[in-house]
Nanobody, 123 residues
Framework: QVQLVESGGGPVQAGGSLRLSCTAS????????MAWFRRAPGKEREGVASIDSDGRKSYTDSANGRFTISQDNAKNTVYLQMNSLKPEDTAMYYCAWSYGVGTILSIGGYSRWGQGTQVTVSS
């Protein structure tokens, strides 16, 4: 089974940057998609950014212009570069993966999930 391991979270001040990484193991073939979701305290999990194995990308409105999703196909690793962070970006960030074509920002589009990495933005 595909397994996901995230890293890169931590505390940061507002206006700062963080880069999250997620490596997928046991990936057999393409096409596939990967994404970052987040769950803030008291809120539901929401999609932040998605990328597929052909490089198509999509972002939620709140991330567009501040966050950049990218990937290293040779390493089966996806990154989320987060700039101009705001306190409202504080959340547990989860990596997600699924076979399939195209990008999806809904939970139902993914079959495998990582354990999450905490991002805390202080004002």
């Amino acid at each position: 089974q595909v397994q996901l391991v995230e890293s890169g979270g931590g505390p940061v001040q507002a206006g700062g940057s963080l880069r999250l990484s997620c490596t997928a193991s046991n990936v057999v073939t393409r096409p596939y998609r990967m994404a970052w979701f987040r769950r803030a305290p008291g809120k539901e999990r929401e999609g932040v950014a998605s990328i597929d194995s052909d490089g198509r990308k999509s972002y939620t409105d709140s991330a567009n212009g501040r966050f950049t999703i990218s990937q290293d196909n040779a390493k089966n690793t996806v990154y989320l570069q987060m700039n101009s962070l705001k306190p409202e970006d504080t959340a547990m960030y989860y990596c997600a993966w699924s076979y399939g074509v195209g990008t999806i920002l809904s939970i139902g589009g993914y079959s495998r999930w990582g354990q999450g990495t905490q991002v805390t933005v202080s004002s």
